[in-house]
């Protein structure tokens, strides 16, 4: 079956820019995450979606960062505006209902300059 | 914050037992212990996970001691292609976000 899809894998923007990221989970799994990884760290859960409704943003900046799942498939990820700090791979994951394993995908690496 | 303690590092030779430690004093009856790696440049691989007794799949074994406070990942045969960073990990439910800690780095020497 095909994976967990991510665009772009790479991304350099300035700092106060915008930026955003894509993911499309596993055909039919309905819960969906985005972590951040900051270099030399594990990841850390930034959002978790069950089909298009929210079930923890408690650690989403929300001043800058936003996500949505309009449909219950694909999302996407803005930052706006980016700070030095964001600077991470960004890894989406998604869960089937009976699973108890994630499935992430290959990350997005933001650079911010 | 993560639950669990790991050695920053281990090294093992190709072709050997890797066995990896993990503590997790504080865990709670109804939490799982899960296992992820994540191979240089990819995205976390789930590995394996229990919650009190023995497993072993495919990949590896897993070992929790019988108080769980503690636990051992088992590579039985230890190839490079297993250098990677090890991540355990203390869950309440399947659904639940991962909360990571940094992981221990297992290189495997030719």
């Known amino acids: 079956e095909a994976g967990v899809a991510q665009s772009p894998r790479y991304k350099i923007i300035e700092k106060r820019q915008s930026v955003a990221f894509w993911c499309n989970p596993i055909s039919g799994h309905a819960t969906l995450y985005w972590y951040q990884q900051i270099l030399g760290q594990g990841p850390k859960l930034l959002i978790q979606f069950q089909n298009n409704g929210v079930v923890d943003d408690s650690q989403l900046p929300k001043d800058r960062f936003s996500a949505e799942r309009l449909k219950g498939v694909d999302s996407t990820l803005k930052i706006q505006p980016a700070k030095l700090e964001d600077s991470a791979v960004y890894l989406c994951?998604?869960?089937?209902?009976?699973?108890?394993?994630?499935?992430f995908g290959p990350g997005t690496r933001l650079t911010v300059l | 914050d993560a639950k669990t303690t790991q050695p920053t590092s281990m090294d093992c030779a190709e072709g050997r037992a890797a066995n990896l430690p993990c503590n997790h004093s504080?865990?709670?009856?109804?939490?799982?212990v899960y296992w992820y790696r994540q191979i240089h440049s990819q995205g976390p691989q789930y590995i394996i996970h229990?919650?009190?007794n023995n497993e072993t799949n495919e990949m590896a074994s897993l070992i929790i001691t019988e108080d769980r406070k503690s636990s051992t990942l088992i590579l039985p045969h230890a190839t490079l292609r297993d250098t990677a960073v090890y991540y355990c990990i203390v869950r309440a439910s399947g659904a639940d976000g991962l909360t990571f800690g940094k992981g221990t780095h297992l290189i495997i020497q030719p």
């Open positions: 504080t865990i709670s009856g109804n939490e799982y």
């Open positions: 994951a998604s869960t089937g209902t009976s699973d108890n394993e994630q499935f």
């Open positions: 229990g919650l009190k």
